[in-house]
Nanobody
Framework: QVQLVESGGGVVQAGDSLTLSCVASGRTFSSQPMGWFRQPPGEERKFVAAISWNGGATNYADSVKGRFTISRDNAANAIYLQMNSLRPEDTAVYYC?????????????????????WGQGTPVTVSS
């Protein structure tokens, strides 16, 4: 059974930092892109960041560029999201996603439909 388990969410103040982690089990995703998405209250799930199979390419939503950094550790079958200068509008449930399909592992897709496996989410609340 494939599982993606996120951790690291919490309640912080504006300007603070958080690091989210996602560890996969049941399948090795070292040759696949992985990413982070988020779903604010009452809204659809949105792209945050993606990383290619070896970390050589990354992709970020405009709203987080310069503040968030995605990274991965293939030996640990894990990805991370370092979030700095957090804002109230970053409040959301954050989901880890992994792709398992034909394609180039160097890609960094930003669409929900490109990912086949999802974690259960970890909530992040940023107070002003």
């Amino acid at each position: 059974q494939v599982q993606l388990v996120e951790s690291g969410g919490g309640v912080v103040q504006a300007g603070d930092s958080l690091t989210l982690s996602c560890v996969a089990s049941g399948r090795t995703f070292s040759s696949q892109p992985m990413g982070w998405f988020r779903q604010p209250p009452g809204e659809e799930r949105k792209f945050v960041a993606a990383i290619s199979w070896n970390g050589g390419a990354t992709n970020y939503a405009d709203s987080v560029k310069g503040r968030f950094t995605i990274s991965r550790d293939n030996a640990a079958n894990a990805i991370y999201l370092q979030m700095n200068s957090l804002r109230p509008e970053d409040t959301a449930v954050y989901y880890c996603a992994a792709r398992w399909a034909e394609g180039d592992g160097r890609n960094v897709p930003g669409d929900v439909s490109e990912y086949q496996y999802w974690g259960q989410g970890t909530p992040v609340t940023v107070s002003s």
